[in-house]
């Protein structure tokens, strides 16, 4: 071929308004590429080059910028020409059956590549620059003499179709599975454990890694295990979400859930097959108190509301806390059920406030409205997050199971836990590993970091220990008229229960009771549930008026009835006690005596006897912390009203004050001494965390009222 006969046929295509060229097999050698016919060869998008005796390409070549599709193969390259790189239109490349045995230039540079060949090349290895083209779909590998798959595979998120038959490939790598956009795959006349003839008429990825699953001589066997845990307000539709979930199922007359039930959806993602233990909790206050016990950083959470409700701000927020304060960064789903019926919104910005990247669905149960949506984003939760994936191996399976077939003894001691994990080979970090992976997995439940009294027993049955705390609430309040019952009790509240129950288990049920906040010891061996209490028909203004008392008014926009029953339990366990009801409690500090009282509306008021103002501020700051950690919260705002009809920020006069001010006169012109207000050693104090926000709606506002004569 001379330059005349080439310059010839590229006028032709040229006038024919082709935009693609077919130039193989003309014997064409880098000379005949000259300057002349690489102006001609800008017109095409399409250039074939293949079957010729090409040893390298011209350095003008790179200004063929409007090639898309370069068909090199079959010459005699030695190296990948760099000219190449400067194509950055390039979607396809085949430069196969060359003498090519590595590349070492950037191929980021080729970002539009979308197809790759490369077979009969001796490269011995992938090439890593290949794995930075990040939209390529196809990659031709036939016949390189590669041994291996590497683990950067995986890079290759839109890889379609993989040639690499004709190689000395043994193994398939897991990140090779992972790849789900991969569509069909050769690996024929390969040293793989698979059967020829499946390898050499079949191309289906699915088909091919589910054979080599089947011949592989895995040395660990895996298990995967993960967490879902699904919260919210009883009768929400939290286990009509569950049956949905794993068995597409929904039931009209579905019974309330009434402790926890737990049940497992097995899911496969790429290679792995996981066993997602969802955990059902029911939505009943009294439960409250013990979910945050059971709930484990290493879950999803799925919050469910009623779409059908109004106000669920308050209790979405606290789940929103509960969760925030165990998981570092929580994957949370928020679920708004039975929009068929209605449908209500909320303010996402505001919970997006609490926790970054909450997703939302709306969805019915009944109509099956959104389910797979929810499925695929559970999936793509998994996939890119590796952490949420518990891997117990063969050994550490053997350990589990063991385990489970020991559910029958409901608990087990710590020194037996340990004894079973040490008859097998494990170190230190593996047996570490392994009962993190069993806590957040569910399948014990340990609270010896919680509470000294627990530190000696490991859960096996957690809805053996739930169904006990129903049977004991139920009793009591069947039983009792003012919440209590003692220990001796425990023999006619358990007596329908085929396990004998031990004087060692009824001290430890009534130890985790206590540690959960869900009771709580007052006299000898007599026991409270905060729930079943009688209401005290106290009348504010009996106190609030009178002259012996500091009146304070915790004023958010409503206290939960369950977070006041965690409070009256903390109460106990730290200050001294002297009476308790449903929505009071009367209590001794620093030789203070103390009233919280819970109205009606959601409101909590504090009255502080009268002593000296040093102390009763210091007793406040003790209680504010105390509140601080019930609601989840690093500041609380601070107010007192003045004369009881005027707020004024706490911080706010002592700003006053450390300008030199002594004087606030208030919106009546009533003239208030801030020495008077607010004791001269507070006063003096350096700040503390306490800070004014009145547009929070997240932060506890505390008011604080005085008397005034």
């Not at 005949?32 to 399409?46: P, R, S, T, V, W």
């Not at 074939?48 to 090199?72: D, T």
């Not at 060949?117 to 016949?143: A, C, R, T």
């Amino acid at each position: 071929m001379n330059k005349i006969d080439l310059l010839k046929i590229i006028k032709e295509a040229k006038n024919n308004n082709f935009k693609n060229i077919d130039l193989s097999i003309k014997g064409i050698k880098e000379h005949l590429l000259d300057d002349d016919i690489l102006e001609e060869l800008k017109f095409f998008e399409d250039i074939n080059l293949s079957r010729n005796m090409l040893k390298k390409l011209p350095l003008n070549f790179k200004h063929l910028i409007q090639v898309k599709k370069l068909n090199i193969s079959s010459n005699y390259f030695l190296e990948f020409p760099h000219e190449v790189m400067h194509l950055h239109n390039l979607e396809f490349l085949d430069i196969g059956t060359n003498n090519i045995s590595e590349i070492n230039l950037d191929l980021t540079k080729l970002k539009k590549l979308k197809s790759f060949f490369l077979k009969d090349n001796p490269l011995n290895n992938i090439p890593n620059m290949i794995f930075n083209l990040s939209n390529l779909e196809e990659l031709g590998l036939v016949n390189t003499k590669i041994t291996f798959i590497p683990e950067k595979i995986k890079n290759l998120k839109k890889l379609k179709s993989l040639w690499v038959g004709k190689n000395k490939i043994k193994k398939i790598p897991k990140e090779l599975i992972k790849l789900k956009s991969l569509r069909n795959i050769t690996l024929d006349e390969n040293p793989l454990p698979i059967e020829k003839n499946i390898l050499e008429f079949n191309q289906n990825p699915e088909y091919i890694f589910d054979e080599y699953q089947k011949y592989e001589n895995y040395k660990i066997e895996q298990s995967y295990e993960s967490k879902i845990t699904i919260i919210g307000e009883s009768n929400a539709g939290k286990t009509s979400l569950l049956n949905r979930l794993i068995y597409n199922k929904f039931y009209e007359n579905e019974s309330k859930t009434e402790n926890i039930n737990i049940d497992n959806w097995i899911i496969h993602l790429n290679e792995k097959i996981i066993n997602l233990n969802i955990w059902d909790f029911g939505g009943q206050d009294i439960l409250y108190s013990l979910h945050k016990f059971f709930l484990t950083e290493k879950s999803i959470y799925i919050i469910v509301w009623d779409s059908r409700s109004e106000n669920q701000s308050r209790k979405i927020e606290y789940w929103l806390n509960t969760i925030k304060s165990i998981c570092k960064n929580p994957k949370v789903l928020i679920i708004a059920n039975k929009i068929d019926e209605h449908n209500c919104s909320i303010n996402r910005v505001f919970f997006d406030s609490f926790i970054p990247n909450i997703k939302y669905f709306n969805i019915s149960c009944k109509k099956n409205w959104n389910i797979d949506e929810i499925k695929k984003y559970i999936k793509e939760i998994l996939e890119n997050n590796a952490d949420l994936l518990l891997k117990f191996d063969n050994t550490t399976l053997e350990i589990k199971k063991y385990l489970t077939n020991l559910r029958r003894k409901k608990y087990i001691t710590l020194k037996e836990y340990q004894s079973i994990v040490n008859k097998y080979n494990l170190d230190n970090n593996e047996k570490e590993e392994l009962f993190k992976n069993l806590l957040n997995s569910g399948e014990i439940l340990y609270y010896g970091d919680y509470d000294y009294r627990l530190k000696d027993k490991l859960i096996l049955d957690v809805n053996w220990f739930t169904e006990n705390l129903y049977m004991a609430i139920n009793w009591v309040a069947k039983n009792r008229t003012n919440g209590s019952f003692n220990i001796n009790d425990l023999e006619q509240i358990f007596a329908e229960k085929e396990f004998a129950y031990t004087h060692d288990f009824k001290l430890f049920f009534l130890d985790s009771l206590i540690n959960f906040n869900i009771l709580f010891e007052f006299g000898r061996n007599t026991f409270y549930f905060p729930n079943l209490l009688e209401y005290h028909n106290i009348k504010i203004k009996e106190i609030y008026t009178q002259d012996n008392y500091h009146s304070f008014k915790v004023a958010i926009k409503k206290i939960q009835q369950y977070i006041f029953y965690d409070l009256l339990v903390q109460i106990k366990k730290k200050y001294t006690i002297k009476e308790f009801y449903r929505n009071l409690i009367t209590f001794n500090c620093n030789e203070v005596d103390i009233i919280i009282h819970n109205d009606n509306n959601g409101g909590m008021y504090i009255y502080i006897q009268k002593k000296e103002e040093k102390k009763i501020f210091d007793i406040l700051e003790l209680l504010l912390s105390d509140l601080k950690a019930l609601f989840n919260v690093s500041e609380l705002d601070i107010s007192i009203f003045l004369n009881n009809h005027e707020l004024v920020s706490i911080k706010y006069l002592k700003k006053l004050s450390e300008f030199g001010k002594d004087d606030y006169i208030t919106q009546k012109g009533e003239l208030y001494k801030i020495s008077d207000i607010l004791p001269h050693e507070n006063n003096q104090k350096k700040e503390t965390n306490i800070v004014l926000n009145f547009e929070n709606i997240n932060d506890v506002l505390v008011n604080s009222t005085k008397n005034q004569k």
